[in-house]
């Protein structure tokens, strides 16, 4: 059995890391000069900014067998780099990947399985020359990461003066004494606008929904650990929630955000209520949506327009996966449709890890993608009786619902959301039932 893995950020990690306890031997391809994805900022495609730290704190998000040395309860990037490398040399993964090595196709090879093609990179990114090698294999683990292609609307009119995609934001002197207008407030968004206050000229940012502030201590604890490990009901986990929210965080249409047309937790909510304070201080001001552009003025739908010199688009990234064609993946609309985000229905060996958003899940919720991408191969290999089994039930099967209820809104990046606490717990099922000596009990 040949398995390649994509991809030596977290989720390469965790699912090489899953592989290799598994007894199945990988080979790993990575772009950049080292471990880490996006968390090193020195990676030539990482979109990480110098102010960036975790959004989620450091107890949930890390790995259970793997906790992280600092004390911090929200690291910042160094630091979770470093993390990063340690884990990899702790468990010896760094030697498992071919580094500077860039996938460029993947494709069915004639006698089975996938015909992989590599670019060997010079130190400054650029292909080398004759770097160029094939190899087959018999199943191939995307672990790319979902965060690198940068999302660029498109707008009426012409803007004149600069446009830039958070994609290439790394710090405030970008926008020093610049007028700058940040279209967008999610996560990111809001991070750069607490640092642009201190560096851009005037600073604005234009908004087409509402959005949940969630503040990120909670009656002195981190605010993810509050209720970990006992999920309410998602009835009374939106009320009660959104009632706590209110009473420590206030309203947030009082600052000119719009109303919120959902429910919480059915988008992404906002953790950074800086920008709040912010917004009190009357270093920013909200802005509604875009209508056009001309030439340096902005247009907006409430019949509003001001100047700006800067526009920084903070609209989120698309799925990638530029070296496979996308028939091979299953794909519909706006990202892959697999079993568990994992599993091509048709089991035609191409596997994706990381592919998942969901609030509180954490990189040990990547790595059980991996115990279960393991547990399946261990069954082709070992016992494929049971491997045709789950395939079987995958195949004929009606999919379980990973929503908990909860009715996310229509966006791209909700298209692979799941609530954490029902996508952990069909996971952890699915791969103890892979594991069980005795065949599956009929369910």
Request: proline letters at 5%; charged letters at 25%.
């Amino acid at each position: 059995m040949r398995v390649a893995v994509i991809g030596a950020g977290p989720s390469g990690l965790a699912v090489a890391r899953a592989l290799q306890k598994e007894g199945i031997k990988i080979q790993g391809f990575e772009a950049s000069h080292g471990v880490g994805g996006l968390w090193d900022i020195t990676n030539p495609r990482s979109t990480m900014y110098e102010s960036a730290h975790l959004i989620s704190s450091r107890t949930t998000t890390e790995f259970d067998e793997f906790p992280m040395r600092s004390t911090a309860d929200y690291p910042s990037h160094e630091v979770l780099h470093k993390y990063f490398e340690e884990y990899a040399d702790h468990f010896s993964l760094t030697e498992l990947f071919q580094f500077k090595t860039q996938v460029t196709k993947l494709e069915p090879h004639p006698s089975g399985g996938w015909a992989l093609e590599t670019q060997t990179l010079t130190k400054t990114g650029k292909p080398k020359k004759d770097g160029k090698q094939t190899a087959a294999f018999d199943h191939v683990i995307m672990a790319n990461g979902i965060l690198a292609e940068p999302n660029i609307p498109a707008f009426k009119g012409n803007f004149t003066g600069e446009i830039m995609h958070t994609s290439l934001y790394k710090n405030g002197k970008q926008l020093e004494g610049k007028r700058t207008l940040i279209v967008g407030a999610g996560n990111s968004g809001c991070d750069i606008a607490v640092d642009a206050v201190h560096f851009a000229k005037e600073i604005d940012m234009s908004v087409r929904r509402g959005y949940y502030f969630v503040p990120r201590y909670i009656f002195g604890r981190p605010s993810d650990t509050l209720n970990q490990g006992k999920p309410l009901p998602r009835t009374i986990k939106q009320f009660l929630d959104k009632w706590m929210l209110r009473a420590f965080t206030g309203d947030p249409t009082r600052f000119g955000f719009p109303k919120p047309r959902y429910k919480i937790y059915e988008s992404h909510p906002i953790i950074n209520t800086m920008v709040l304070n912010h917004l009190g201080q009357g270093d920013l001001e909200i802005r509604a949506d875009i209508e056009r552009f001309e030439g340096k003025i902005v247009h907006f739908v409430d019949g509003s327009s001001k100047e700006y010199d800067l526009i920084l688009l903070a609209t989120g990234y698309k799925l990638d996966y530029p070296f496979v064609d996308r028939k091979h993946i299953n794909w519909s609309c706006q990202a892959p449709t697999l079993y568990l985000n994992i599993f091509e229905p048709n089991f035609n060996g191409l596997y994706i890890t990381g592919m998942v958003e969901a609030s509180g899940l954490g990189w040990q919720g990547r790595y059980e993608q991996g115990e279960l991408i393991a547990a399946y191969l261990g069954a082709v290999k070992n016992n494929p009786k049971k491997a045709k089994r789950f395939r079987d039930r995958v195949q004929y099967s009606r999919w379980p619902d990973l929503t908990a209820g909860y009715k996310y809104l229509g966006l791209d990046r909700m298209s692979f959301y799941v609530n954490k606490d029902v996508y952990r717990g069909i996971v952890t099922k699915e791969t103890a039932d892979l594991k069980k000596e005795t065949e599956y009990e009929p369910r």
